[in-house]
Protein backbone atom coordinates (compact mmCIF):
# COMPACT_ATOMS: atom_id res chain seq x y z
CA UNK A 1 0.00 0.00 0.00
CA UNK A 2 1.43 3.40 -0.77
CA UNK A 3 1.35 6.41 1.89
CA UNK A 4 0.58 9.76 0.74
CA UNK A 5 1.71 13.17 2.51
CA UNK A 6 1.25 16.61 0.73
CA UNK A 7 2.68 19.67 1.78
CA UNK A 8 2.90 23.24 0.17
CA UNK A 9 -0.13 24.76 0.99
CA UNK A 10 -0.79 28.20 2.49
CA UNK A 11 -2.42 31.86 1.70
CA UNK A 12 -1.58 33.50 -1.05
CA UNK A 13 -3.43 36.45 -2.77
CA UNK A 14 -5.50 36.19 -5.95
CA UNK A 15 -3.29 36.00 -8.84
CA UNK A 16 -0.32 34.88 -7.19
CA UNK A 17 1.12 31.10 -7.30
CA UNK A 18 1.84 28.17 -5.42
CA UNK A 19 3.74 24.66 -5.97
CA UNK A 20 2.04 21.55 -4.06
CA UNK A 21 4.06 18.19 -3.23
CA UNK A 22 2.91 14.86 -2.74
CA UNK A 23 5.47 12.51 -1.33
CA UNK A 24 4.87 8.47 -1.48
CA UNK A 25 6.25 5.64 0.10
CA UNK A 26 5.21 2.15 -0.43
CA UNK A 27 5.36 0.61 -3.71
CA UNK A 28 6.64 1.49 -6.79
CA UNK A 29 5.57 4.82 -7.44
CA UNK A 30 5.78 4.75 -10.87
CA UNK A 31 3.05 1.88 -11.05
CA UNK A 32 0.77 4.39 -9.79
CA UNK A 33 -1.46 7.15 -11.57
CA UNK A 34 -1.89 10.03 -9.53
CA UNK A 35 -4.56 12.98 -8.76
CA UNK A 36 -4.89 15.80 -7.63
CA UNK A 37 -8.45 16.44 -5.82
CA UNK A 38 -9.98 19.43 -3.76
CA UNK A 39 -12.69 20.01 -1.22
CA UNK A 40 -14.00 23.74 -0.42
CA UNK A 41 -15.76 24.75 2.38
CA UNK A 42 -19.37 23.20 2.00
CA UNK A 43 -18.88 21.64 -0.94
CA UNK A 44 -17.80 18.26 -2.36
CA UNK A 45 -14.32 16.73 -2.85
CA UNK A 46 -13.78 17.39 -6.62
CA UNK A 47 -11.50 16.04 -9.61
CA UNK A 48 -8.54 18.81 -10.06
CA UNK A 49 -6.20 17.13 -11.98
CA UNK A 50 -4.62 13.27 -12.78
CA UNK A 51 -0.99 12.14 -14.52
CA UNK A 52 -0.19 8.69 -15.44
CA UNK A 53 2.46 6.37 -14.13
CA UNK A 54 4.39 7.13 -16.66
CA UNK A 55 4.20 10.95 -16.87
CA UNK A 56 3.16 10.51 -19.95
CA UNK A 57 -0.81 11.91 -20.37
CA UNK A 58 -2.60 14.58 -18.09
CA UNK A 59 -5.91 15.57 -17.94
CA UNK A 60 -8.12 18.16 -15.96
CA UNK A 61 -10.84 19.60 -14.81
CA UNK A 62 -12.49 22.51 -17.12
CA UNK A 63 -11.94 25.21 -14.41
CA UNK A 64 -7.84 24.91 -13.82
CA UNK A 65 -7.38 24.24 -17.02
CA UNK A 66 -4.21 26.33 -18.46
CA UNK A 67 -3.70 27.61 -15.14
CA UNK A 68 -2.55 24.10 -13.24
CA UNK A 69 0.19 22.18 -14.12
CA UNK A 70 0.48 18.21 -12.67
CA UNK A 71 3.86 16.83 -12.66
CA UNK A 72 5.77 14.06 -11.24
CA UNK A 73 8.98 12.73 -10.42
CA UNK A 74 9.23 9.05 -10.38
CA UNK A 75 13.14 9.34 -9.10
CA UNK A 76 11.67 11.38 -5.76
CA UNK A 77 8.35 9.44 -5.71
CA UNK A 78 7.10 12.71 -5.77
CA UNK A 79 3.68 14.03 -7.76
CA UNK A 80 3.13 18.38 -8.07
CA UNK A 81 0.68 20.55 -8.59
CA UNK A 82 2.01 24.20 -9.79
CA UNK A 83 -0.85 26.78 -9.77
CA UNK A 84 -0.76 29.85 -11.48
CA UNK A 85 -3.04 32.94 -11.65
CA UNK A 86 -4.78 31.64 -8.88
CA UNK A 87 -8.33 32.74 -7.61
CA UNK A 88 -10.64 33.06 -4.58
CA UNK A 89 -12.38 30.00 -5.81
CA UNK A 90 -9.44 27.89 -6.01
CA UNK A 91 -9.46 27.78 -1.66
CA UNK A 92 -9.79 24.42 -0.61
CA UNK A 93 -8.14 21.75 1.18
CA UNK A 94 -6.15 19.69 -2.00
CA UNK A 95 -5.64 16.35 -1.54
CA UNK A 96 -3.31 13.87 -3.84
CA UNK A 97 -4.69 10.52 -4.49
CA UNK A 98 -2.82 7.30 -5.96
CA UNK A 99 -4.58 4.72 -8.22
CA UNK A 100 -2.98 2.05 -10.34
CA UNK A 101 -6.12 2.76 -12.50
CA UNK A 102 -5.83 6.21 -14.50
CA UNK A 103 -9.55 5.66 -14.97
CA UNK A 104 -10.15 5.64 -11.34
CA UNK A 105 -7.93 8.43 -10.79
CA UNK A 106 -10.43 10.74 -13.23
CA UNK A 107 -13.70 9.35 -11.75
CA UNK A 108 -12.58 9.43 -7.89
CA UNK A 109 -13.59 6.28 -7.63
CA UNK A 110 -12.01 3.36 -5.22
CA UNK A 111 -8.68 5.05 -5.11
CA UNK A 112 -5.97 3.07 -3.35
CA UNK A 113 -4.70 5.60 -1.31
CA UNK A 114 -5.21 9.65 -0.17
CA UNK A 115 -2.90 11.92 1.62
CA UNK A 116 -3.82 13.85 4.62
CA UNK A 117 -4.73 17.09 2.57
CA UNK A 118 -2.92 20.30 2.60
CA UNK A 119 -5.30 23.92 2.98
CA UNK A 120 -4.89 26.46 0.29
CA UNK A 121 -6.16 29.93 0.88
CA UNK A 122 -6.89 32.18 -1.40
CA UNK A 123 -6.98 35.86 -0.63
CA UNK A 124 -8.86 38.86 -2.81
Known amino acids: QVQLVESGGGLVQAGGSLRLSCAASGRTFSSYAMGWFRQAPGKEREFVAA????????YYTGSVQGRFTISRDNAKNTVYLQMNTLKPEDTAVYYCAASTSYGRIISGAALDAWGQGTLVTVSS
Open 51 to 58: IRGSGTST
